[in-house]
């Protein structure tokens, strides 16, 4: 027992001196001025404490061991051995945890004027402007700042941390302070972090919007400006067929073109609108200029097409006269109408999309109405013409229009017209009916969803102006009524939220595939808002139910206190002085001992309220202003009753002693100290929350006091007992030295257990504190997990990023410490939980650890579940991006293999069955194309969903992409469609030209076959003649069939023409062309040989005048045949085929002069009419023979001629594609040498032009002398080659001419540009020294000079700007920046637009000179302002008046529908509550009252009335607060009664002022309880009727106004003004405006409630579109920025994410 004893001293001295001499170093450090080294030794110290912690409990474990043996003694001592060393480590404790704390908060106060200058810095900061360069210097500033400001917070974060863990070991209520304090710099930490990556966020989604935005509006621009230039440059006055279809391909191909590039459009219109929702409005309005001005040139560009193309249409069927062309021009144009129609985009989501599509739709409706007349003229004609071609009338067409007529073609060239027809017909109107029925379902469903999102946009204002919950329990239950009808209100939109749902159900049948992803967006968005407001308003509802219960625990408690503490007061009032005799004494001690023992058990409800008004004050000052004054008061009443009490019970104590009475003073301390050791010994089961503890802690220290107090009477009892005994010394044993040796042995003892008890609660408080402080800790790494997992909002779309943050969330700390928090988190709630089972205590005991654990249960459990959400959807985003990724590319892949193919595709060919091979694998191309199409609904689908989930420098590349796959994918439909339709048109001509060359060749083989057998055997004299006539009718079908050979060989000959030297069916098609020839040939040559051959039988036979008939009948008709009437010029082909036939003739004619000779030598000269007969012969043969020689040589002329022609129209077919490709519209450069060098290479290309003049001068001459005689086969090529070229070649000069013309005016004005920089150089110059000039002279002080200084400065001024416009078109670079980024870039021509070259020297100089006079033009603008705002203030403050300034500015917060509390909790800066005069002077000057700061500075002045120099709430509101006027007219009796009621009552600083009612002449009903009293005006004092007497008013209200009673607090204060000329203030509650239809005027309240509540609001969310809302606080009162809500969180934003533009 010794030894453990020694072990004990010896353990307890070490620890002790450790102590001692730590506490001297502590002392001493604390003196020294070196931050730094004090803080590394404090922490040094605390470290020291921690490893000493071990040896405390070693201690206490060695105490407990003695004081559990029955052997020890003394254990008194042991205990107070205990007791000391607990208590000396406790004060160490305490003593360094306020020097770290002390020397930490000064760390915190400059974290915390750090964050507030970064606060004023983000508020101020730019905001997001359209252009690209200084947006990216936006950002990479902000980058900078956010780095530092990261390393800011985590610094602070770290200290915040230290200090949290150590404020949990002690128990000062200055601890309680300095937490606020750290909580409140915590909260604007993380407000101001918030506002940073908020920015960081805006700008690093804005710089690539906007990049993108400027880029593409650049190229669009400038590509729509080219065709819109080389649309106008073609003209429509044309009179020739093929050239209008030519003209009509090319606007075809033109508007197909544009269509393609309407995604481009879009794209640029999107990216508009969500650049729009990122910048001010100014910026946002410039967007849209620039959108509205490139929407309106794309359809002012098809407008004009389209209008061309109907004023061609009406040409062709003016000037075509043929009814085959005419149908094949409307076949054209109903085709191109059709695939407008089949190729229109699906149906958007949008009102305005889709009522743009039914404009498109009534236009398409619109052009095949137009063309009905047209069609049945056509229709009218093919009808006539195949009835004349089909009746005996052909007889009379000429053989060659006979031969064209192809009456089945023609038949099904209409019906084919007819289908088209129909089939557009149709098409339209079922486009329309479904275009109709989405827009009906568009505008119901967005109708619903922005009335959802705008209830749920009012119900958001309407949470983010609620206060955080108030401490009184009229305004929580206030805030509560407005919490249900916002919850009412959340619970209205659910029918509009599934009516949302249903009508995108309906819609999206109707829509495409990107529209459906709007519409599901849309509809999920506005479900994730209504689950975020759900949150937040339970979140909301479980604060006002804590706090209700404190406050309605804390009314009780005040009330109770109100109630029981009059009644001692009055109990200690009433006890007389003090008694002589020995017995009153001891009836008055009694009375003390019931009264002390009585005011000891509400010692803890005292405590109870002072710890609720000190955690509101820490809260909330402003809040807690009115429960301080009155707890001060009771705290004042209590201290001087407690006082009174513990003086009166020594002063009596003291008067029995003095009166020798000792056996009962010691019978009395005694009983006093085993009452103590009683009560001490209930402490053993104190437990509950820190204040609980607190309070009891704070009832062990009165009871301290109470003992301290005794020691005087325990010391005067010894001291006399002592010289008791001494002068009676035979006395050895009395009773009153037993009672004595047990008064000092209770002393003792109850000391030693007090400060035991004491060391004990401190333990259970700091265990406690330490247990709610890990809590507290595991809820706010939750929260800021939660709120982390909500702030990312944007997710990749890339696979490598998408992959990279799934991986890295999976994988992340925060995920990997969520499952170690959880288990912390659910060990926390199971010690909670036996914690609270252990205790067993009053509920209220443990309000805080109830709390406490179950906000961690809730945090726990939402954490877990957005941890779980962001998880899922980080996996269904990775899935989409993947499979988005994957599909596109194997559709890329597909995409360039089809591409690949069609550009390896033979052209068409010109055989019958390699084409119908082609067609086939072209139907199976075409087949494959069309089953992708569902593909490319799937990739627009998917990546619509990532453009507007993922992450916007990724979206763009997304987006970039898809225009790439869309355009491409429109080019390879287009050119899948376009070689159908050549493979089609080649088959057709393939066809005609095989069918024809096939009958030619069987009629040939047949008619020889025939002819041969006909002439197989010698004919009879009598069946010669059928012979003759036989042959003469296969010269005449011969000749019928001539037109159909010359058009087959022509046919055949373009066919072989177009081959390639290499192509082998040139060959095949030379065969047949020379078989066709031969066999040809070959009969013409058989006939001819079998009439010789008849006419030598006939000779033969004697029949003479028979033969010579009919030789003769065949040179007359080859007379006329060569006869000058039959033209015999043309085109080269033409010439080609005449010389071949008469190549023929000559052959024939050749071959019949064995016939004339035989005649001449066989007939008889001396008949005479053989004779005669003979001599014509001759002549007609001679001359025949003559016309055959011309005719040769003239076909030779002809022929050279043509070849001529030919070969100039060839040169000139040549040059024109590459002329007019020189000639295509470009944006000009602004430099002056590159000006130089066009000028050059056109003047080159002018020479060209001139060279080529002489070749179209000769084609005009060949073309005119070819027309005088050409053949009718060659007038339609002949006209052809004559009107297209010269068409072009005029087309072409006319363009070179406006491009010299473009290159000279852009020289002039390059030229012109040196002296305009030249003009603006020498202006500049005399600016500045002008203006220097004028820096030196002084600024006058009177106000009208000023004013005329400002006036003519604003001229300069504004002159000055003016000039900066022509400096900025110097200066301003337009940069051709690198677009590296990935995916599409549209290929439109960009041209680096610039005056003069940046790097000139003058430009330079220029620009700094600009800067230079522009800066001090500002600076004296700015000095002549500020002079005459000075003077004008100086002049207004001479004459101020408060009263109309007060009646001015409650007016204007009426107008603005705003309450004056809002402003005085906007400016709170201070943890007081009060406002400095700076605050107060920008506040108001930035809210936009119209003041100066001149009256402001008066207005602070009288607002000021302590002179401070700061304003608290109370003077705020008196100062506003009108004074009543009195009527200066005489009053009667009952009249003054009422005023000065109404005086009385007028002072009352209740936020609910005191209730004062008239109900007859001298009768009122005052207070809630409303009881009637008489009130008369008596001796020139108002009297009130109390009981059977009277008291004054002033009395009266005393008793009964809580702010004017002892004792009482104030419960409300309604602030109640009178505004000038009738107006009324009114206070309304939320309603939503969904149900209202309009805004309530019904209210009477301008705007001023309760300090500390919302419930005041003036209006509902019915009118609350212009309303001001409400600033929300942080705990301290202080007011936070527009992002940062302190009282509750805030759901995301409605606005930002808009719906689709409608």
């Given at each position: 027992?010794?030894?453990?004893?020694?072990?004990?001293?010896?353990?307890?001295?070490?620890?002790?001196?450790?102590i001692?001499?730590?506490?001297?170093?502590?002392?001493?450090?604390?003196?020294?001025?070196?931050?730094?080294?004090?803080?590394?030794?404090?922490?040094?110290?605390?470290a020291?404490k921690?490893?000493?912690?071990?040896?405390?409990?070693?201690?206490?474990?060695?105490?407990?061991?003695?004081?559990?043996?029955?052997?020890?003694?003394?254990?008194?001592?042991?205990?107070?051995?205990?007791?000391?060393?607990?208590?000396?480590?406790?004060d160490?404790?305490?003593?360094?945890?306020?020097?770290?704390?002390?020397?930490?908060?000064?760390?915190?106060?400059?974290?915390?004027?750090?964050?507030?200058?970064?606060?004023?810095?983000?508020?101020?900061?730019?905001?997001?402007?359209?252009?690209?360069?200084?947006?990216?210097?936006?950002?990479?500033?902000?980058?900078?700042?956010?780095?530092?400001?990261?390393?800011?917070?985590?610094?602070?974060?770290?200290?915040?941390?230290?200090?949290?863990?150590?404020?949990?070991?002690?128990?000062?209520?200055?601890?309680?302070?300095?937490?606020?304090?750290?909580?409140?710099?915590?909260?604007?930490?993380?407000?101001?972090?918030?506002?940073?990556?908020?920015?960081?966020?805006?700008?690093?989604?804005?710089?690539?919007?906007?990049?993108?935005?400027?880029?593409?509006?650049?190229?669009?621009?400038?590509?729509?400006?080219?065709?819109?230039?080389?649309?106008?440059?073609?003209?429509?006055?044309?009179?020739?067929?093929?050239?209008?279809?030519?003209?009509?391909?090319?606007?075809?191909?033109?508007?197909?073109?544009?269509?393609?590039?309407?995604?481009?459009?879009?794209?640029?219109?999107?990216?508009?609108?969500?650049?729009?929702?990122?910048?001010?409005?100014?910026e946002?309005?410039?967007?849209q200029?620039?959108?509205?001005?490139?929407?309106?040139?794309?359809?002012?560009?098809?407008?004009?097409?389209?209008?061309?193309?109907?004023?061609?249409?009406e040409?062709?069927?003016?000037?075509?006269?043929?009814?085959?062309?005419?149908?094949?021009?409307?076949?054209?144009?109903?085709?191109?109408?059709?695939?407008?129609?089949?190729?229109?985009e699906?149906?958007?989501?949008?009102?305005n999309?889709?009522?743009?599509?039914?404009?498109?739709?009534?236009?398409?409706?619109?052009?095949?109405?137009?063309?009905?007349?047209?069609?049945?003229?056509?229709?009218?004609?093919?009808?006539?013409?195949?009835t004349?071609?089909?009746?005996?009338?052909?007889?009379?067409?000429?053989?060659?229009?006979?031969?064209?007529?192809?009456?089945?073609?023609?038949?099904?060239?209409?019906?084919?017209?007819?289908?088209?027809?129909?089939?557009?017909?149709?098409?339209?109107v079922?486009?329309?009916?479904?275009?109709?029925?989405?827009?009906?379902?568009?505008?119901?469903?967005?109708?619903?969803?922005?009335?959802?999102?705008?209830?749920?946009?009012?119900?958001?204002?309407?949470?983010?102006?609620?206060?955080?919950?108030?401490?009184?329990?009229?305004?929580?239950?206030?805030?509560?009524?407005?919490?249900?009808?916002?919850?009412?209100?959340?619970?209205?939109?659910?029918?509009?939220?599934?009516?949302?749902?249903?009508?995108?159900?309906?819609l999206?049948?109707?829509?495409?595939?990107?529209?459906?992803v709007?519409?599901?967006?849309?509809v999920?968005?506005?479900?994730?808002?209504?689950?975020?407001?759900?949150?937040?308003?339970?979140?909301?509802?479980?604060?006002?139910?804590?706090?209700?219960?404190?406050?309605?625990?804390?009314?009780?408690?005040?009330?109770?206190?109100?109630?029981?503490?009059?009644?001692?007061?009055?109990?200690?009032?009433?006890?007389?002085?003090?008694?002589?005799?020995?017995?009153?004494?001891?009836?008055?001690?009694?009375?003390?001992?019931?009264?002390?023992?009585?005011?000891?058990?509400?010692?803890?409800?005292?405590?109870?309220?002072?710890?609720?008004?000190?955690?509101?004050?820490?809260?909330?000052?402003?809040?807690a202003?009115?429960?301080?004054?009155?707890?001060?008061d009771?705290?004042?009443?209590?201290?001087?009753?407690?006082d009174?009490?513990?003086?009166?019970?020594?002063a009596?104590?003291?008067?029995?002693?003095?009166?020798?009475?000792?056996?009962?003073?010691?019978?009395?301390?005694?009983?006093?100290?085993?009452?103590?050791?009683?009560?001490?010994?209930?402490?053993?089961?104190?437990?509950?929350?820190?204040k609980?503890?607190?309070?009891?802690?704070?009832?062990?220290?009165?009871?301290?006091?109470?003992?301290?107090?005794?020691?005087a009477?325990?010391?005067?009892?010894?001291?006399?007992?002592?010289?008791?005994?001494?002068?009676?010394?035979?006395?050895?044993h009395?009773?009153?030295?037993?009672?004595?040796?047990?008064?000092?042995?209770?002393?003792?003892?109850?000391?030693?257990s007090?400060?035991?008890?004491?060391?004990?609660?401190?333990?259970?408080?700091?265990?406690?504190?330490?247990?709610?402080?890990?809590?507290?800790?595991?809820?706010?790494?939750?929260?800021?997990?939660?709120?982390?997992?909500?702030?990312?909002?944007?997710?990749?779309?890339?696979?490598?990023?998408?992959?990279?943050?799934?991986?890295?969330f999976?994988?992340?700390?925060?995920?990997?410490?969520?499952?170690a928090?959880?288990?912390?988190?659910?060990?926390?709630?199971?010690?909670?939980?036996?914690?609270?089972?252990?205790?067993?205590?009053?509920?209220?005991?443990?309000?805080?650890?109830?709390?406490?654990?179950?906000?961690?249960?809730?945090?726990?459990?939402?954490?877990?579940?957005?941890?779980?959400k962001?998880?899922?959807?980080?996996?269904?985003?990775?899935?989409?991006?993947?499979?988005?990724?994957?599909?596109?590319?194997?559709?890329?892949?597909?995409?360039?293999?089809?591409?690949?193919?069609?550009?390896?595709?033979?052209?068409?060919?010109?055989?019958?069955e390699?084409?119908?091979?082609?067609?086939?694998?072209?139907?199976?191309?075409?087949?494959?194309?069309e089953?992708?199409?569902?593909?490319?609904?799937?990739?627009?689908?998917?990546?619509?969903?990532?453009?507007?989930?993922?992450?916007?420098?990724?979206?763009?590349?997304?987006?970039?992409?898809?225009?790439?796959?869309k355009?491409?994918?429109?080019?390879?439909?287009?050119?899948?469609?376009?070689?159908?339709?050549?493979?089609?048109?080649?088959?057709?001509?393939?066809?005609?030209?095989?069918?024809?060359?096939?009958?030619?060749?069987?009629?040939?083989?047949?008619?020889?076959?025939?002819?041969?057998?006909?002439?197989?055997?010698?004919?009879?004299?009598?069946?010669?003649?059928?012979?003759?006539?036989?042959?003469k009718?296969?010269?005449?079908?011969?000749?019928?069939?001539?037109?159909?050979?010359?058009?087959?060989?022509?046919?055949?000959?373009?066919?072989?023409?177009?081959?390639?030297?290499?192509?082998?069916?040139?060959?095949?098609?030379?065969?047949?062309?020379?078989?066709?020839?031969?066999?040809?040939?070959?009969?013409?040559?058989?006939?001819?040989?079998?009439?010789?051959?008849?006419?030598?039988?006939?000779?033969?036979?004697?029949?003479?005048?028979?033969?010579?008939?009919?030789?003769?009948?065949?040179?007359?008709?080859?007379?006329?045949?060569?006869?000058?009437?039959?033209?015999?010029?043309?085109?080269?082909?033409?010439?080609?085929?005449?010389?071949?036939?008469?190549?023929?003739?000559?052959?024939?004619?050749?071959?019949?002069?064995?016939?004339?000779?035989?005649?001449?030598?066989?007939?008889?000269?001396?008949?005479?009419?053989?004779?005669?007969?003979?001599?014509?012969?001759?002549?007609?043969?001679?001359?025949?023979?003559?016309?055959?020689?011309q005719?040769?040589?003239?076909?030779?002329?002809?022929?050279?001629?043509?070849?001529?022609?030919?070969?100039?129209?060839?040169?000139?077919?040549?040059?024109?594609?590459?002329?007019?490709?020189?000639?295509?519209?470009?944006?000009?450069?602004?430099?002056?040498?590159?000006?130089?060098?066009?000028?050059?290479?056109?003047?080159?290309?002018?020479?060209?032009?001139?060279?080529?003049?002489?070749?179209?001068?000769?084609?005009?001459?060949?073309?005119?002398?070819?027309?005088?005689?050409?053949?009718?086969?060659?007038?339609?090529?002949v006209?052809?080659?004559?009107?297209?070229?010269?068409?072009?070649?005029?087309?072409?000069?006319?363009?070179?001419?406006?491009?010299?013309?473009?290159?000279?005016?852009?020289?002039?004005?390059?030229?012109?540009?040196?002296?305009?920089?030249?003009?603006?150089?020498?202006?500049?110059?005399?600016?500045?020294?002008?203006?220097?000039?004028?820096?030196?002279?002084?600024?006058?002080?009177?106000?009208?000079l000023?004013?005329?200084?400002?006036?003519?400065?604003?001229?300069?001024?504004?002159?000055?700007?003016?000039?900066?416009?022509?400096?900025?078109?110097?200066?301003?670079?337009?940069?051709?920046?690198?677009?590296?980024?990935?995916?599409?870039?549209?290929?439109?021509?960009t041209?680096?637009?610039?005056?003069?070259?940046?790097?000139?020297?003058?430009?330079?100089?220029?620009?700094?000179?600009?800067?230079?006079?522009?800066?001090?033009?500002?600076?004296?603008?700015?000095?002549?302002?500020?002079?005459?705002?000075?003077?004008?203030?100086?002049?207004?403050?001479?004459?101020?008046?408060?009263?109309?300034?007060?009646q001015?500015?409650?007016?204007?917060?009426?107008?603005?529908?705003?309450?004056?509390?809002?402003?005085?909790r906007?400016?709170?800066?201070?943890?007081?509550?009060?406002?400095?005069?700076?605050?107060?002077?920008?506040?108001?000057?930035?809210?936009?009252?119209?003041?100066?700061?001149?009256?402001?500075?008066?207005?602070?002045?009288?607002?000021?009335?302590?002179?401070?120099?700061s304003?608290?709430?109370?003077?705020?509101?008196?100062?506003?607060?009108?004074?009543?006027?009195?009527?200066?007219?005489?009053?009667?009796?009952?009249?003054?009664?009422?005023?000065?009621?109404?005086?009385?009552?007028s002072?009352?600083?209740?936020?609910?002022?005191?209730?004062?009612?008239?109900?007859?002449?001298?009768?009122?009903?005052?207070?809630?309880?409303?009881?009637?009293?008489?009130?008369?005006?008596?001796?020139?004092?108002?009297?009130?009727?109390?009981?059977?007497?009277?008291?004054?008013?002033?009395?009266?209200?005393?008793n009964?106004?809580?702010?004017?009673?002892?004792?009482?607090?104030?419960t409300e204060?309604?602030?109640?003004?009178?505004?000038?000329?009738?107006?009324?203030?009114?206070?309304?509650?939320?309603?939503?405006?969904?149900?209202?239809?309009?805004?309530?005027?019904?209210?009477?309240?301008?705007?001023?409630?309760?300090?500390?509540?919302?419930?005041?609001?003036?209006?509902s969310?019915?009118?609350?579109?212009?309303?001001?809302?409400?600033?929300?606080?942080?705990?301290?009162?202080?007011?936070?920025?527009?992002?940062?809500?302190?009282?509750?969180?805030?759901?995301?934003?409605?606005?930002?994410?808009?719906?689709?533009?409608?």
């Amino acid at each position: 027992m010794i030894g453990k004893v020694s072990n004990l001293t010896e353990n307890v001295k070490s620890l002790e001196s450790w102590i001692v001499t730590v506490v001297q170093n502590l002392q001493g450090k604390a003196a020294t001025t070196d931050p730094v080294s004090i803080k590394s030794h404090f922490e040094e110290l605390y470290a020291q404490k921690k490893e000493k912690q071990p040896d405390l409990e070693t201690i206490k474990g060695m105490i407990s061991s003695l004081l559990s043996d029955p052997e020890a003694c003394d254990k008194n001592h042991i205990r107070d051995m205990q007791s000391d060393v607990c208590s000396k480590w406790h004060d160490f404790t305490e003593l360094l945890i306020d020097l770290i704390i002390m020397q930490a908060l000064r760390d915190v106060e400059e974290v915390n004027n750090y964050f507030i200058n970064c606060e004023h810095s983000l508020l101020r900061a730019d905001s997001v402007t359209i252009k690209p360069e200084d947006l990216q210097n936006m950002l990479r500033e902000h980058k900078v700042f956010h780095e530092k400001l990261e390393t800011k917070r985590d610094n602070a974060m770290e200290v915040i941390q230290k200090c949290s863990h150590m404020l949990r070991e002690t128990t000062k209520e200055e601890g309680d302070v300095a937490k606020g304090r750290i909580e409140h710099v915590r909260s604007l930490i993380g407000s101001v972090w918030k506002m940073s990556c908020d920015r960081l966020h805006l700008l690093e989604e804005a710089v690539p919007m906007v990049q993108h935005f400027h880029d593409h509006h650049a190229d669009i621009g400038t590509w729509l400006d080219e065709i819109s230039n080389e649309v106008t440059s073609l003209s429509t006055a044309y009179d020739n067929p093929e050239q209008i279809k030519k003209q009509q391909d090319s606007l075809k191909t033109s508007l197909r073109y544009i269509d393609d590039h309407r995604p481009l459009i879009e794209d640029i219109n999107n990216t508009g609108q969500e650049v729009k929702i990122l910048c001010p409005q100014e910026e946002a309005e410039k967007v849209q200029d620039l959108l509205d001005k490139v929407n309106h040139k794309y359809d002012e560009v098809k407008a004009d097409i389209r209008n061309r193309l109907n004023a061609l249409a009406e040409g062709f069927h003016k000037v075509t006269s043929e009814v085959q062309d005419a149908i094949d021009g409307m076949l054209c144009e109903l085709t191109h109408l059709n695939n407008q129609i089949d190729n229109a985009e699906p149906i958007g989501s949008t009102v305005n999309k889709i009522m743009d599509q039914i404009q498109e739709n009534k236009a398409i409706m619109e052009d095949t109405a137009d063309r009905q007349q047209a069609i049945q003229s056509i229709k009218i004609s093919a009808d006539d013409l195949i009835t004349k071609v089909k009746s005996k009338e052909h007889e009379g067409l000429p053989e060659e229009e006979r031969i064209k007529i192809d009456v089945q073609d023609i038949e099904q060239k209409i019906s084919e017209m007819e289908t088209l027809n129909d089939d557009i017909k149709q098409k339209t109107v079922s486009r329309g009916r479904s275009l109709e029925e989405a827009l009906e379902s568009a505008k119901k469903f967005w109708d619903i969803y922005e009335g959802l999102m705008s209830g749920f946009k009012d119900i958001q204002d309407c949470i983010n102006s609620q206060d955080s919950p108030q401490a009184e329990s009229v305004l929580i239950q206030e805030q509560d009524k407005e919490h249900r009808e916002m919850s009412q209100s959340l619970q209205d939109a659910v029918p509009r939220l599934e009516a949302a749902k249903q009508m995108s159900e309906a819609l999206t049948p109707l829509i495409g595939e990107s529209g459906k992803v709007d519409i599901s967006r849309g509809v999920e968005e506005a479900g994730e808002i209504f689950e975020e407001i759900g949150d937040i308003l339970e979140e909301r509802k479980v604060a006002l139910n804590e706090a209700m219960e404190r406050a309605s625990h804390f009314e009780e408690e005040i009330e109770s206190v109100l109630g029981w503490l009059p009644k001692l007061e009055e109990t200690l009032e009433n006890m007389g002085p003090i008694a002589t005799d020995i017995r009153s004494i001891k009836i008055q001690i009694e009375e003390v001992k019931i009264l002390k023992l009585q005011a000891v058990g509400k010692c803890v409800a005292i405590e109870g309220i002072n710890s609720s008004v000190q955690a509101l004050k820490n809260k909330s000052a402003v809040a807690a202003e009115n429960f301080i004054v009155a707890v001060e008061d009771i705290n004042t009443r209590w201290n001087k009753l407690v006082d009174g009490i513990f003086d009166r019970e020594q002063a009596l104590q003291d008067t029995l002693i003095k009166l020798g009475e000792l056996d009962t003073s010691l019978e009395d301390v005694n009983g006093y100290l085993q009452q103590v050791e009683e009560e001490l010994s209930d402490l053993d089961n104190v437990h509950g929350d820190p204040k609980y503890l607190e309070t009891h802690i704070k009832k062990l220290k009165m009871v301290q006091d109470d003992l301290d107090n005794q020691e005087a009477v325990v010391r005067a009892l010894n001291h006399n007992l002592a010289e008791m005994r001494a002068g009676d010394k035979g006395s050895k044993h009395s009773p009153l030295l037993d009672k004595q040796e047990e008064m000092n042995e209770l002393w003792k003892s109850v000391n030693s257990s007090l400060r035991d008890k004491r060391n004990r609660l401190q333990e259970k408080l700091t265990g406690v504190k330490s247990f709610l402080g890990d809590v507290e800790d595991v809820v706010n790494w939750l929260s800021d997990f939660e709120q982390t997992l909500k702030a990312v909002k944007t997710i990749g779309a890339l696979p490598d990023t998408a992959q990279k943050q799934c991986e890295k969330f999976n994988k992340s700390e925060h995920l990997i410490q969520l499952n170690a928090k959880n288990d912390q988190a659910h060990a926390l709630l199971t010690s909670g939980e036996e914690m609270l089972q252990a205790y067993n205590c009053h509920p209220f005991q443990t309000v805080q650890i109830r709390s406490s654990l179950a906000k961690l249960k809730r945090s726990c459990d939402a954490a877990k579940k957005q941890a779980k959400k962001k998880k899922l959807k980080l996996q269904e985003h990775l899935q989409n991006v993947t499979g988005f990724h994957s599909v596109m590319k194997i559709f890329t892949d597909w995409l360039i293999s089809g591409e690949t193919s069609l550009s390896k595709l033979k052209t068409p060919s010109k055989l019958v069955e390699p084409i119908e091979r082609q067609i086939k694998a072209h139907r199976d191309f075409h087949d494959d194309v069309e089953t992708h199409k569902e593909i490319v609904d799937r990739l627009d689908r998917t990546g619509t969903y990532l453009k507007y989930y993922g992450a916007k420098h990724d979206a763009i590349v997304i987006r970039n992409q898809l225009l790439s796959i869309k355009l491409r994918w429109k080019r390879l439909l287009w050119k899948t469609e376009e070689r159908g339709r050549l493979l089609n048109s080649a088959y057709k001509e393939d066809k005609r030209f095989a069918d024809d060359w096939k009958e030619l060749v069987g009629w040939l083989d047949a008619t020889k076959e025939s002819l041969n057998k006909l002439m197989a055997q010698r004919p009879s004299p009598v069946r010669m003649k059928e012979i003759i006539d036989e042959i003469k009718m296969y010269e005449r079908q011969i000749g019928r069939k001539h037109p159909r050979y010359y058009a087959t060989t022509r046919l055949g000959r373009n066919l072989k023409d177009r081959c390639t030297k290499t192509d082998p069916e040139r060959e095949v098609l030379s065969k047949m062309l020379d078989e066709l020839k031969t066999k040809w040939t070959s009969l013409r040559t058989e006939i001819s040989q079998k009439q010789t051959q008849l006419d030598s039988q006939l000779l033969e036979s004697g029949r003479l005048v028979e033969a010579s008939k009919s030789l003769i009948d065949w040179l007359e008709k080859m007379e006329d045949a060569l006869s000058d009437k039959h033209p015999t010029r043309g085109d080269q082909d033409t010439v080609h085929s005449l010389v071949e036939q008469h190549k023929a003739f000559q052959e024939e004619f050749d071959s019949r002069r064995s016939t004339l000779n035989t005649l001449q030598q066989t007939a008889n000269p001396e008949d005479p009419a053989v004779l005669q007969q003979l001599n014509t012969l001759n002549d007609l043969w001679a001359k025949v023979d003559l016309l055959s020689n011309q005719r040769e040589q003239l076909l030779q002329k002809n022929l050279k001629s043509a070849s001529e022609f030919q070969a100039a129209v060839n040169a000139l077919r040549d040059f024109l594609p590459q002329a007019e490709q020189e000639l295509k519209f470009q944006p000009l450069p602004e430099h002056e040498l590159a000006i130089l060098q066009l000028m050059e290479r056109h003047e080159n290309f002018e020479d060209q032009l001139q060279e080529m003049e002489p070749n179209v001068e000769s084609i005009k001459e060949l073309g005119e002398e070819i027309m005088e005689h050409c053949h009718p086969n060659a007038v339609r090529f002949v006209k052809y080659y004559l009107t297209i070229t010269h068409t072009r070649w005029e087309q072409l000069l006319e363009r070179s001419r406006g491009r010299r013309k473009r290159l000279e005016d852009a020289l002039e004005d390059i030229q012109g540009n040196l002296s305009r920089l030249e003009d603006l150089l020498a202006y500049l110059s005399d600016a500045e020294v002008l203006l220097l000039t004028k820096q030196e002279d002084e600024i006058p002080e009177t106000v009208s000079l000023v004013e005329d200084l400002l006036k003519q400065h604003m001229e300069f001024h504004e002159e000055l700007q003016e000039k900066g416009k022509e400096v900025e078109k110097f200066t301003a670079v337009q940069s051709d920046s690198s677009r590296t980024s990935a995916g599409y870039t549209p290929k439109l021509k960009t041209v680096q637009r610039e005056l003069l070259d940046p790097n000139n020297p003058m430009v330079t100089q220029l620009q700094h000179r600009w800067r230079d006079v522009w800066r001090m033009s500002v600076d004296r603008k700015k000095r002549l302002h500020d002079h005459l705002e000075h003077l004008l203030e100086l002049e207004s403050v001479k004459n101020f008046n408060f009263e109309l300034w007060r009646q001015r500015y409650l007016a204007w917060v009426k107008t603005k529908k705003a309450r004056i509390t809002d402003f005085f909790r906007k400016q709170i800066k201070n943890e007081d509550g009060t406002i400095r005069r700076h605050d107060f002077i920008t506040g108001m000057l930035d809210s936009k009252f119209p003041t100066n700061k001149a009256e402001l500075n008066a207005v602070f002045n009288i607002f000021d009335r302590d002179r401070s120099g700061s304003i608290n709430y109370r003077e705020f509101i008196e100062a506003l607060r009108p004074v009543a006027k009195k009527p200066k007219r005489h009053m009667s009796e009952q009249e003054l009664v009422h005023d000065e009621i109404e005086r009385e009552v007028s002072t009352c600083k209740c936020r609910s002022q005191f209730k004062v009612e008239k109900v007859d002449q001298g009768k009122y009903r005052f207070g809630d309880s409303q009881k009637m009293v008489l009130v008369r005006f008596l001796n020139s004092t108002v009297m009130v009727r109390v009981g059977g007497g009277w008291v004054t008013l002033q009395k009266f209200l005393e008793n009964h106004d809580p702010c004017k009673a002892k004792g009482r607090t104030n419960t409300e204060l309604r602030e109640q003004f009178t505004l000038a000329d009738g107006t009324a203030q009114s206070r309304a509650s939320f309603s939503s405006r969904r149900h209202s239809g309009k805004a309530s005027n019904s209210g009477s309240d301008a705007g001023y409630s309760s300090a500390s509540s919302s419930a005041g609001s003036n209006t509902s969310l019915a009118g609350r579109k212009g309303a001001v809302t409400p600033t929300p606080r942080t705990t301290d009162g202080r007011v936070t920025p527009a992002r940062r809500k302190a009282a509750t969180p805030t759901p995301r934003s409605v606005a930002r994410t808009p719906p689709p533009h409608r």
